[in-house]
């Protein structure tokens, strides 16, 4: 397909419309005799149809429109789901998610989805119980599932359906003409964002012309559309004479009455110059009826100048490249305000520091706007879940509620990116091995169901996640056991391990307690990688387990990647950052007070004993000894629950840094160095990695 200037905007809405449809089909199968959701799926269905009838993907529409004449037969209470509807309808819905993302890989959309149709077909046609069931437990569809003639201006019995559903679910029908200005160059363009604005308040059921007509501007002056809303006429019309070079809109308000008046009624009439439009035919039916069943109104566009204008969307997309060249902006200015804060403080001019003053001020506030726009829930990674928990669960045979909370967390961008596999492979973990089969939560006493619940919070300059089940839990002896087999660790260190490293060994690589190799897990690969990337990001794991009683999964994640305060520290002629977040308390020790044990320097820290690393030692400094002072400052910085004493020159000052990668130019040379800074004098100071020091 050629380039499209609206093909970002559909993959962005389809995107939205598939979740929509497969999360409310998850509180479907939870409820399936709720006609509400329902109706919010097969809106969002019928939007999608339409968007992808539009952009000419006619795989996409034809199978949505199966997928809608199903949802009609559930909605007009002629079909109850049930397991075999449910699982043929997740097939769509993963047959559709498949075609999208061959659109956004620069595809056309096509896919092989015969088996898919042939079930909804089956479905259609009263197998409602799989392969090889009897047909007469159903009634076929009759004139829903007929092909929609899309060259007639009539609309059919399943659209009708569709209007008077709508109108007992609350909602308002609409038939409304637009008429586009003689003088328009570019009809089509003023018809789609016509399309597109109602599209934001609603749903449109019918269009005459047809939209692939209207696409190729196959239409002289008018055009009409059926129309789903929760406004007024008023409100519509507003939100049609809101585009440029439209001329008038007619907006006639239907009821069911006056729906039933259009299935009786005189359709070839719609056609421009073949007598009373559809409309007119619909309004005098109701008008000579006891009590009006159709309200119109009719505005032409207001002079320039006079008359309100129609609220617009107060959100908009952003393309991601123009957020990060945004940050990368504002880093530039911050390093700069950084250096204008010294060179003020140099002159000590009063007016000058002033100013300075000021700009850091506003700097701060643009800070937290340019922060925020960075800022992304974690919805948007774990929205997918329910439905993966829900098929593993269905293919081990187990029973599993996923209760998520806090999904409106936000975190940086950067950070949500990273989130997905390590997630994945968690609960995956977590249905597979945490969660105990039937049979056992039965002996055991536990409800068939297991509980899994997948929270994220907030806390200071981190972001928490946890996952935890109620299932048997860690068992330290069959993973001390299977480590020392594996060769991991030596039965002499097994001995001395406490109950929280045994738990630590399930992230090494190639570690598993499974028996068996299976689809699911037993390859030794997972939490693995679930370590490797959350340390890479700047996080870490904990692990709590109760044998019997179930596991947590605790994830500690750095609110953003990009800019972060840190302590500025010296080391001989050399600048380093740490990262604040990771610094528990800072404190001077007098060199006899340091020991060493077994070859490792300690210091006692309140009540407990805790490493030394000297940053000497560890960068090889040629200009700082530690062993030469009397005294040495030391940062306390923790990973987890372990705590290490890190030596430094002196504390500089606590400071806003920008983070830079260092890319290529020290690939593989990089240990404990997270990334550098740059400072307000110029210089380079490199970002010391704290999560690499701590073993």
Do not use: W
Not at 210 to 225: G, L, M, N, P, R
Not at 316 to 341: Q, T
Not at 570 to 598: D, M, Q, W
């Amino acid at each position: 397909m050629e380039n499209n200037q609206y093909l970002s905007m559909f993959i962005d809405e389809s995107q939205e419309h598939l979740q929509a449809i497969n999360d409310n089909f998850m509180k479907l199968e939870q409820d399936p005799s709720n006609i509400n959701i329902v109706n919010d799926i097969f809106r969002s269905a019928h939007t999608l149809k339409g968007m992808s009838a539009t952009m000419g993907f006619e795989d996409l529409a034809s199978l949505t429109h199966e997928m809608e004449n199903v949802l009609y037969l559930v909605r007009d209470r002629k079909l109850s789901m049930n397991n075999y509807i449910f699982d043929v309808m997740f097939k769509g819905v993963d047959s559709l998610e498949k075609m999208v993302q061959d659109i956004v890989g620069g595809g056309t959309g096509k896919a092989d989805v015969r088996e898919v149709l042939k079930s909804l077909k089956g479905i259609l046609a009263g197998n409602i119980n799989g392969p090889g069931a009897s047909a007469a437990s159903a009634e076929p569809v009759k004139a829903a599932a007929a092909d929609q003639s899309l060259d007639e201006v009539k609309v059919n019995e399943f659209e009708i359906g569709v209007m008077k559903n709508s109108i007992e679910a609350g909602y308002a029908v609409f038939f409304a003409e637009v008429a586009v200005r003689d003088n328009c160059m570019l009809k089509a363009a003023r018809a789609y964002m016509v399309f597109n604005e109602l599209e934001r308040n609603g749903e449109i059921i019918h269009s005459h012309p047809t939209v692939q007509d209207i696409e190729a501007e196959k239409f002289e002056k008018y055009f009409s559309v059926y129309y789903l809303t929760k406004s007024d006429a008023a409100g519509v019309e507003k939100m049609i004479m809101s585009i440029s070079e439209i001329d008038a809109a007619r907006v006639v308000t239907l009821d069911t009455n006056g729906l039933g008046t259009l299935e009786t009624g005189d359709y070839s009439a719609i056609v421009r110059g073949g007598g009373k439009k559809a409309e007119e035919v619909a309004l005098q039916t109701a008008t000579n009826s006891e009590s009006p069943k159709i309200a119109e109104v009719v505005t032409p566009k207001a002079a320039a100048g006079g008359g309100g204008q129609a609220v617009q969307s107060r959100t908009i997309r952003v393309d991601v490249e123009r957020l990060d060249a945004l940050m990368n902006l504002f880093s530039e200015l911050l390093i700069d305000r950084v250096r204008l804060e010294q060179l003020a403080q140099k002159i000590g001019n009063n007016d000058l520091n002033e100013t300075v003053e000021h700009m850091t001020r506003i700097t701060s506030d643009l800070q937290n706007v340019v922060m925020k726009l960075r800022m992304v829930p974690v919805d948007t990674v774990f929205q997918r879940f329910p439905r993966m928990v829900r098929d593993l669960a269905k293919s081990l045979d187990k029973k599993v509620d996923l209760i998520v909370s806090g999904a409106d967390t936000e975190v940086d961008k950067t950070v949500v990116e990273e989130l997905g596999d390590p997630l994945v492979h968690m609960l995956r973990n977590a249905v597979d091995h945490g969660l105990e089969t039937l049979s056992e939560r039965k002996k055991v006493g536990k409800s068939e169901t297991g509980i899994i619940h997948l929270r994220a919070f907030n806390a200071g300059n981190d972001v928490f996640i946890e996952i935890e089940e109620d299932g048997r839990g860690i068992n330290p002896e069959r993973v001390l056991s299977k480590a020392v087999q594996k060769g991991l660790v030596s039965p002499d260190q097994a001995k001395k391990m406490t109950k929280d490293e045994i738990h630590q060994l399930i992230f090494a690589s190639g570690f598993s307690t499974a028996e068996a190799i299976t689809d699911v897990s037993g390859r030794g690969v997972g939490l693995d990688v679930v370590k490797s990337k959350i340390t890479g990001i700047g996080g870490d794991v904990i692990v709590d387990s109760v044998m019997g009683k179930g596991t947590k999964f605790i994830i500690r994640l750095p609110l953003t990647l990009s800019i972060i305060p840190a302590m500025l520290i010296k080391a001989g002629s050399e600048t380093y950052a740490i990262p604040l977040s990771s610094i528990v308390e800072t404190f001077v020790v007098e060199k006899k007070n340091i020991r060493t044990v077994h070859g490792t320097p300690m210091v006692d820290y309140r009540k407990s004993v805790i490493p030394i690393i000297f940053l000497s030692k560890l960068f090889d400094l040629p200009d700082f000894n530690e062993e030469d002072e009397d005294e040495t400052e030391l940062a306390v910085i923790r990973k987890g629950d372990k705590l290490v004493a890190l030596s430094v020159d002196d504390f500089i000052a606590q400071q806003e840094i920008v983070i830079k990668t260092l890319g290529e130019y020290l690939e593989g040379d990089t240990f404990a160095i997270m990334g550098a800074t740059i400072l307000g004098n110029g210089q380079t100071a490199l970002i010391i990695d704290t999560n690499a020091l701590i073993k």
